[in-house]
Nanobody, 118 residues
Framework: VQLVESGGGEVQPGGSLRLSCEGSGLVFSTYTMSWVRQAPGKGLKWVASISGAGENTWYAEAVKGRFTISRDNVKNTMYLQMDSLKSEDTALYYC????????????RGQGTQVTVSS
């Protein structure tokens, strides 16, 4: 199983980024997928999750209303649209095969860095 994140970068506060996570070696559509993040010097925090068919989504309070999780099972890809970014969103973002609300995962990618700075 391989999960590869992309789309990170540096953006000013209030800006937007779209992260992608492409999966291989798994039946992608059967997995609830999640995004978790790790800020500098801090532990992992759960950000958002989406069910296998995409019918259910869950968000941490810190990102609700600003981030949107989605997936395209034909492309084996999950996305995280991040709008109205804040400095506190600065972190290494990982995609993972994991249920909502937790950071433990069976599989996790290598991460993509998001830096929000003026």
């Amino acid at each position: 199983v391989q999960l590869v994140e992309s789309g990170g970068g540096e953006v000013q506060p209030g800006g937007s980024l779209r992260l992608s996570c492409e999966g291989s070696g798994l039946v992608f559509s059967t997995y609830t997928m999640s995004w978790v993040r790790q800020a500098p010097g801090k532990g992992l925090k759960w950000v958002a999750s989406i069910s296998g068919a995409g019918e259910n989504t869950w968000y941490a309070e810190a990102v609700k209303g600003r981030f949107t999780i989605s997936r395209d099972n034909v492309k084996n890809t999950m996305y995280l649209q991040m709008d109205s970014l804040k400095s506190e969103d600065t972190a290494l973002y990982y995609c993972a095969t994991s249920p909502p609300f937790v950071t433990q995962a069976t599989h996790r990618g290598q991460g993509t860095q998001v830096t929000v700075s003026s």
